[in-house]
């Protein structure tokens, strides 16, 4: 099983991100598929979730209106397209997903800074 995040790197603030993870060694459609993030000295946060099919998806209440997270099937990728970030958005993002079993990728950094 794996799950490879990229797309992270330094942006200035106002800038956008396009994250993806692509996803292997499991039956990628099941899973609920969700972003995290984990910013330095604090605990990990959830960030968006998108259910198997795509229908249904949640944000954290400071991503909503910036961030939106889709998936693709067919490809196992899913994403995370930020927009307007902000310093404050600057952390480690990980994919996670989970469908009884929990998987967890390494993350990807993101730095929002001028």
């Known amino acids: 099983v794996q799950l490879v995040e990229s797309g992270g790197g330094l942006v200035q603030p106002g800038g956008s991100l396009r994250l993806a993870c692509v996803a292997s060694?499991?039956?990628?459609?099941?899973?609920?598929l969700s972003w995290y993030r984990q910013a330095p000295g604090k605990e990990r946060e959830l960030v968006a979730s998108?259910?198997?099919?795509?229908?249904?998806?949640n944000y954290v209440d400071s991503g909503k209106g910036r961030f939106t997270i889709s998936r693709d099937n067919a490809k196992n990728t899913v994403y995370l397209q930020m927009n307007s970030l902000k310093p404050e958005d600057t952390a480690v993002y990980y994919c996670?997903?989970?469908?009884?079993?929990?998987?967890w990728g390494k993350g990807t950094l993101v730095t929002v800074s001028s």
């Open positions: 998108i259910n198997n099919a795509g229908g249904s998806t």
């Open positions: 996670n997903a989970r469908w009884g079993m929990d998987y």
């Open positions: 060694g499991f039956t990628f459609s099941r899973y609920v």
